[in-house]
């Protein structure tokens, strides 16, 4: 393993004598996951992350004289790879049109099939020993955002996945992910519902977005799109669709919020930097002196972000960066290179900003518990929370805490209220018969 999280493939024998390095991805952020050696031993299938997102699966030789190329859908993200007993064959899952399904492709630069389709998902790819076989899991999996009410809960989705909810400050809106992509690193198109009527409006279509975030008066979303049809980097755009989005930035996964107003806070995956611009693209000024693994979120008063940050001692930690001139704040916890997608966020201010939502399945002990604290804008770090955030009894220790016994909690927009998320999967393992 490379510093901070950057991950690479390693042989050696048993006792790890003789060790050597046979392919690290180029970037500190890139992480080379899982490894298939060829029946020969001459290759090496490597399955690969960039930062914040899957990549193609690579084919690289064993022996270590070049980092090899992509194999797979030239389109796709591949989570796991296999060979044929014979070696003719490489096995991939890849979500190559929006769904995870097995491909194939003959060793060493044939061109890549579908062998299983829709309606369900499969990944995972292991062949049977006599080469006749392929095991792999296949299902669905199925999410809805739920609100819940001094007098009970409410459903508020019906789609088959729908995904980090954002409640506006007077309820009458609330806004949406309807996935579209991979299983794990995840995207999704924007749509508003109302809570009172159930009307439903998807927003932008053919934009695929990895996070977003709503403007304080609920005109505009500024977000990071990867993967959709217009091209991979930072849009900002009106809600009401009266003008086409625009593009601030271009380059492979951003992650975005508005802060101050008049400004857009962002993270930049290739150069793992924190920046600030002008909501017209303008003014760009790096934030951070040193470089960040992840941006997890920006408070809506654009007074702090919260990142992930390398830590030589335990490869990552966290830390409230200050975007006005204060110290920077560390806190718990050690985490992998980012958010999971799926789940609520470690740290996540309610769009009014007035309360901070902190998820304490993130920390050391898994706890399924959300702790809501007040947030008062221009107060210091240490005289806000006192107790600060190293500890799940350090978060709940803090003036004002309110626990909420429940995880994947998102705020909404009374006091006593909160969005719950839920989700379920239904899979199983299957043998499917390969095409000869």
């Not at 003719?88 to 049109?97: D, I, R």
């Not at 992650?255 to 857009?264: L, S």
């Not at 927009?413 to 899979?427: A, F, N, V």
């Amino acid at each position: 393993m490379g510093a901070g999280v950057h991950m690479g493939i390693v042989m050696s024998t048993e006792s790890r004598e003789g060790s050597r390095a046979i392919y690290f991805p180029r970037g500190e952020a890139g992480m080379a996951h899982r490894s298939a050696r060829s029946p020969d031993g001459t290759s090496v299938l490597v399955v690969e992350m960039d930062g914040g997102e899957w990549l193609q699966c690579r084919l690289i030789p064993l022996d270590g004289s070049s980092t090899g190329h992509a194999v797979g859908p030239l389109d796709g993200q591949c989570t796991t790879a296999a060979w044929s007993p014979d070696g003719a064959w490489m096995y991939f899952s890849s979500n190559s049109g929006g769904r995870y399904h097995i491909w194939r492709q003959r060793y060493p630069d044939g061109r890549p099939e579908q062998i299983t389709f829709d309606p369900t998902e499969q990944e995972g790819t292991t062949i049977t020993p006599d080469g006749r076989h392929l095991i792999t899991s296949m299902g669905l999996q199925q999410a809805s955002v739920v609100l819940r009410e001094p007098e009970g809960e409410r459903p508020l989705t019906s789609e088959v996945f729908a995904m980090m909810p954002t409640m506006m400050p007077g309820g009458e809106r609330m806004f949406y992910l309807i996935r579209q992509g991979s299983r794990g690193f995840i995207t999704g198109e924007l749509w508003s519902m109302s809570p009172a009527t159930g009307e439903r409006a998807r927003i932008l279509p053919g934009h695929l977005m990895a996070n977003y975030s709503i403007s304080a008066d609920g005109r505009r979303v500024v977000f990071a799109s990867t993967g959709g049809e217009a091209g991979n980097g930072i849009w900002i755009a009106d809600l009401d669709r009266r003008t086409p989005p625009r593009q601030l930035t271009r380059g492979p996964e951003f992650r975005a919020f508005f802060g101050a107003p008049g400004e857009v806070v962002y993270f930049d995956g290739s150069r793992r930097r924190l920046y600030r611009m002008n909501d017209d693209g303008t003014d760009v000024r790096a934030l951070a002196p040193d470089p960040i693994v992840n941006l997890l979120t920006v408070s809506p008063d654009g007074r702090w972000a919260v990142v992930l940050a390398p830590d030589p001692g335990r490869s990552t930690k966290i830390d409230f960066v200050s975007l006005a001139g204060e110290r920077t704040v560390s806190v718990c916890c050690a985490m992998g290179f980012g958010p999971d997608r799926r789940l609520a966020p470690l740290y996540n201010w309610s769009a009014d900003g007035k309360s901070l939502f902190v998820a304490l399945q993130s920390f050391p002990l898994g706890t399924a518990k959300t702790v809501v604290l007040p947030y008062r804008s221009g107060v210091p770090f240490d005289v806000q929370w006192p107790s600060g955030f190293k500890s799940e009894d350090d978060v709940v220790a803090n003036p004002g805490a309110r626990v909420i016994n429940e995880a994947n909690v998102f705020p909404a927009s009374k006091p006593g209220e909160y969005l719950r998320w839920t989700r379920s999967t239904q899979s199983n393992l299957y043998q499917i018969a390969l095409p000869k």
